[in-house]
């Protein structure tokens, strides 16, 4: 996980979008993911992008990605407080199959 | 069952104790990994199996650490003479393909929090 960095910390009021950043390293991943992991659970995919395509919209959220700078973002318009959580950005290892995760980042919505 | 199931759900045992952890994959899956998340450490990789090929091993922290898969089905994770920096959440996640190149969702389950006291 020391590969992929990502911030702590995003606070946001409810109504408002929510943007989580992330720089990877490996260039040759060829799929990265977004997954949320709520309080007591485990992790939940919310979204992956494949590596030639810039942007990839799911409902609330769009994922950007930026191969050149390896960075990698996820937007969540109209964050509710049930979008509270840790979210993780993760990238294929080398072998292709597991995946080196950030540290996470916690989105607190307030009402 | 219908998602990725592991037991127990919390572990506390004492530093030199050996403990097994299990994981149920989804039915059908052929991959099953092995992560470790740590309090400030995020997740790393543990241990990777594919259908009846040898596993990934290199993610094993040390030799204290031994992971079987059984059937192709059920996983066990053993830890020999636990460590208190063995304490964490320790989750498994299984996956239809778990080959290279294809984006192959990988299903977690919810975790076994291990305390080493």
């Known amino acids: 996980g020391e590969d992929v960095e990502q911030s702590l910390f995003l606070s946001v009021r409810e109504g408002d979008s929510s943007v989580i950043n992330c720089t990877y390293t490996d260039s040759s991943s060829t799929y990265l993911y977004w997954y949320k992991q709520e309080p007591g659970a485990g992790l939940q995919l919310l979204t992956y992008?494949?590596?030639?395509?810039d942007m990839k919209q799911d409902q609330r959220l769009t994922v950007l990605l930026n191969k050149k700078d390896k960075h990698l973002s996820l937007r969540i318009a109209d964050t509710q407080t049930g979008d509270s959580a840790i979210y993780f950005c993760?990238?294929?290892?080398?072998?292709?199959?597991?995946?080196?995760f950030g540290k996470g980042t916690s989105l607190l919505v307030t009402p | 069952g219908a998602g990725v199931s592991q037991s127990p759900s919390n572990k506390v045992t004492e530093k030199g104790k050996d403990v097994e952890l299990r994981c149920d994959p989804i039915?059908?899956?052929?991959?099953l990994y092995w992560y470790r998340q740590s309090l400030g450490q995020g997740l790393e990789f543990l241990i990777y199996?594919?259908?009846?090929?040898?596993?990934?091993k290199s993610g094993l922290p040390s030799d204290r650490f031994s992971a079987e898969r059984t059937g192709g089905s059920v996983s066990t994770l053993t830890i020999q003479r636990t460590q208190q920096e063995d304490s964490a959440v320790y989750l498994c996640a299984s996956s239809l393909v778990g080959l290279a190149g294809d984006s192959d969702t990988q299903y977690f389950g919810p975790g076994t929090r291990l305390t080493v006291l």
């Open positions: 199996f594919q259908g009846n090929s040898a596993p990934d």
């Open positions: 039915s059908g899956h052929t991959a």
């Open positions: 992008i494949f590596s030639n395509m």
């Open positions: 993760a990238e294929e290892q080398n072998s292709g199959y597991a995946l080196n």
